[in-house]
T-cell receptor, first 108, second 117 residues
Framework: GQNIDQPTEMTATEGAIVQINCTYQTSGFNGLFWYQQHAGEAPTFLSYNVLDGLEEKGRFSSFLSRSKGYSYLLLKELQMKDSASYLCAVPGNTPLVFGKGTRLSVIA | DTGVSQDPRHKITKRGQNVTFRCDPISEHNRLYWYRQTLGQGPEFLTYFQNEAQLEKSRLLSDRFSAERPKGSFSTLEIQRTEQGDSAMYLC???????????????FGAGSRLTVL
């Protein structure tokens, strides 16, 4: 089966950089996804990593280390609109298995 | 395409009643998924379809839950004899599964929020 662990809550200041970590255990690795979910809205796709290393996409970057079962999402130049839950997810024998999500609060 | 549509967005019902949710996926997507999400938790997988075939059901999906996708397009999720523990957001997602194509990105609808009194 799959097991995913990420911090429950984080707070960061507008304009700063924040790193959201995710550790996972899965019987067969087939990539790792990050989704963003604003309160009361649908999760939206942010990134997908299948190879080790850093993938950069504008203000958001995602890193993967398969040997360590570890990923992080890096958000730069934080904006108030980045306040949301960030969900780490891995596919397994079933479709995507999600972590509980990290609720990020961006403060002025 | 307007994305994944779900109806109704909100449903309040009394314990013991039946409820049905509808999901219209992105038209060219062949896979359709149902997830359930409670406050402070990530989405939990319930079931999914490839075209009209239901390929997998989670242990979370008790006998009171049934999902259909009769023509491989829209899907319905019915909950019979609702219980207070069924209160949650029911999320539908769709994707285009292409063999050997790598990442299968799920596109979610806004969800149907169920409150059982």
């Amino acid at each position: 089966g799959q097991n995913i662990d990420q911090p429950t809550e984080m707070t960061a200041t507008e304009g700063a950089i924040v790193q959201i970590n995710c550790t996972y255990q899965t019987s067969g690795f087939n990539g790792l996804f990050w989704y963003q979910q604003h309160a009361g809205e649908a999760p939206t796709f942010l990134s997908y990593n299948v190879l080790d290393g850093l993938e950069e996409k504008g203000r958001f970057s995602s890193f993967l280390s398969r040997s360590k079962g570890y990923s992080y999402l890096l958000l730069k130049e934080l904006q108030m609109k980045d306040s949301a839950s960030y969900l780490c997810a891995v596919p397994g024998n079933t479709p995507l298995v999600f972590g509980k999500g990290t609720r990020l609060s961006v403060i002025a | 395409d307007t994305g994944v549509s779900q109806d109704p967005r909100h449903k309040i019902t009394k314990r013991g009643q039946n409820v049905t949710f509808r999901c219209d996926p992105i038209s060219e997507h062949n896979r359709l998924y149902w997830y359930r999400q409670t406050l402070g938790q990530g989405p939990e997988f319930l079931t999914y379809f490839q075209n009209e075939a239901q390929l997998e059901k989670s242990r979370l999906l008790s006998d009171r839950f049934s999902a259909e996708r009769p023509k491989g397009s829209f899907s319905t999720l019915e909950i019979q004899r609702t219980e207070q523990g069924d209160s949650a957001m029911y999320l539908c997602a769709s994707s285009l599964e292409v063999a050997g194509a790598g990442a299968n990105v799920l596109t979610f609808g806004a969800g149907s929020r169920l409150t059982v009194l």
